[in-house]
């Protein structure tokens, strides 16, 4: 093609357009990982709801520190998720940067929200009272639908941003103080729980 206005013209016109191309894919992308982390969210408050608190079994994470909460004071699980993921995203932004807190922004505020939904809407339905179910049910729900938000990029934030921070701080792995917290956690719930349904908390954890 010769080198004149009209070519000229015609090329950038082809090269902006190409460059809007690229700028929609790379925001439906962004909207579709978007979207995934919120089913993410959603589907791990739903299992927690349904299948964890009723059966009164034992988890790790924040959760596991709200239903220990819960249990001994009365204080609701979803309020203190709520506080307790603000906080950290707060101490994840400070000190890993706001490059990591945006992948756990999302999460930070999607799961106590929906847990929150989903308790004032089931309020005490009981869909079953086997604790082998409901470990079953509760460690593929919240296992699955984890497995959906990391898959995404995202982070679930809560307790999985101590360790990270340690991890910074004082090079500790990411994979042994997030053990040792999950241990403390699931102790300080045994505590509270009948040794059934401890071994049943056990068991969907492993899951």
Do not use: H
């Not at 809007?20 to 589907?43: F, P, R």
């Not at 950290?88 to 807190?101: E, T």
């Not at 990029?153 to 103080?177: C, E, H, N, Y």
């Amino acid at each position: 093609m010769e080198n004149t206005p009209v070519a000229r013209s015609l090329i950038q016109e082809e090269v902006t357009m190409e460059t809007k191309a690229e700028n929609w894919k790379d925001q439906a992308q962004k909207a579709g990982s978007l979207a995934v982390v919120i089913l993410g969210n959603i589907l791990y408050a739903l299992a927690v709801k349904l299948f964890l608190m009723p059966a009164g079994l034992l988890t790790g994470g924040t959760t596991g520190i709200g239903l220990a909460l819960n249990r001994t004071f009365g204080v609701p699980v979803a309020s203190f998720v709520f506080i307790f993921n603000v906080t950290m995203l707060f101490i994840g932004w400070k000190v890993m940067g706001r490059k990591f807190a945006l992948t756990t922004v999302v999460s930070t505020f999607v799961y106590p929200i929906a847990l929150g939904f989903f308790e004032k809407v089931f309020g005490d339905l009981v869909l079953t009272q086997d604790l082998f179910l409901c470990t079953i049910f509760s460690g593929l729900g919240i296992g699955g639908s984890l497995g959906i938000v990391i898959r995404a990029g995202a982070s679930t934030g809560g307790m999985d941003i101590p360790p990270l921070v340690l991890q910074k701080w004082f090079r500790l792995p990411v994979s042994l103080t997030m053990m040792v917290f999950d241990i403390a956690i699931l102790l300080v719930q045994a505590l509270f729980s009948p040794p059934e349904q401890v071994l049943y908390g056990i068991v969907m954890v492993i899951l």
